[in-house]
């Protein structure tokens, strides 16, 4: 009798298996009824997760700045860091610690990916799902996830402000070489037809970048002078400052004006990482102006309505951009 009854409360507690989902693996996965514990694979799931469902996120992988959780909901502000299993290496234990009801991956498709999502699953018995990352992407996978999590109103809010930055009518003539970098000094450039530069591809914007391989490339201030871009983007904030003394402001696209610090909280608005928060970088090079672009975005996508002070941090000093 007492077995019975300790069977019936594992059954009670554990989620049902309820539904099957396909991924962009192509598998059919059986995943819970109601899963509450949801673990993110990497960054870029996570903030789609801190967006729809922040509840049922079990944390951040890798670091998020206080100031960055402070702009989410309330619900993710408080999260714990989680390992990141997209990084390699078996993570089986760590997993098995936060009893999660599912994974999440999304963003990279590549074999590599496909894989590791297979291989997780595998390993863990965990449910495992990795869904497209790509831009014109996101008010699918928005829903998908929305109906996997019984989130289907705030789902449905992400995807319609998705639907409504994707469907900016882009410049047809404007068509400007870009250059792209990360790094304090702005000389770790971004290689062109990589994900990290999918939002300027989308817009028809040239990516320069020296000669090499790898995603980036480090570069010297003579190599940009020769790559001549009519704009430069800087990713990281202390890189302000660069811009503002030789050599850097002999550059063509720093004497016109043409030279910008990327907004960067609460994540990065061109890339870092390649999630939903690039659909920011879409609107914004296309001219938007970005303290309304953040009040917008963070109300809908995030719940949180940003204070006066908030704006001014996020995009106060950011320049409009008109390509």
Known sequence: MQ????????????????????????????????????????????????????????????????????????????????????GGGDMREAIEKLHPDVIIDYGDISPRYQQLARDTQQKTGIPTLLFDGSLDQIPTVARALGRILHQP???????????????????????????????????????????????????????????????????TIEAIRT?????????????????????????RAVRQSRAYIAPSEPFGWIEEPPSINRLLGVAWLQGADPTTLAALFNTIVYNHVLTPAQLVAVAGTTQQLKP
């Open 227 to 251: 790559l001549d871009p009519d704009v430069i983007i800087l990713a990281n904030p202390e890189a302000r400052s660069v811009l503002t003394t030789e050599p850097w402001a002999g550059l």
């Open 3 to 86: 077995r019975l009854i300790a069977i019936l409360i594992l059954l009670s507690a554990a989620p049902a298996v309820a539904a099957t989902v396909s991924d962009a693996t192509g598998r059919t996965v059986a995943i819970p009824d109601t899963p509450q514990r949801v673990l993110p694979a990497g960054p870029p799931a996570a903030v789609l997760l801190a967006a729809i469902a922040p509840a049922q996120m079990l944390g951040f992988p890798g670091s998020v700045s206080e100031s960055a959780r402070a702009l989410l909901a309330p619900a993710a502000t408080g999260k714990d860091s989680v390992p990141r299993l997209t």
């Open 153 to 219: 109103v705030q789902a449905e809010a992400v995807a319609r402000f998705a639907e409504a930055i994707l469907a900016l009518p882009v410049p047809a003539t404007s068509h400007p070489r870009v250059l792209y970098a990360r790094g304090e000094d702005g000389l770790l450039v971004a290689a062109p037809n990589t994900e990290v530069t999918a939002v300027f591809a989308r817009l028809g914007w040239q990516v320069v970048a020296p000669d090499g391989s790898g995603t980036f490339r480090h570069a």
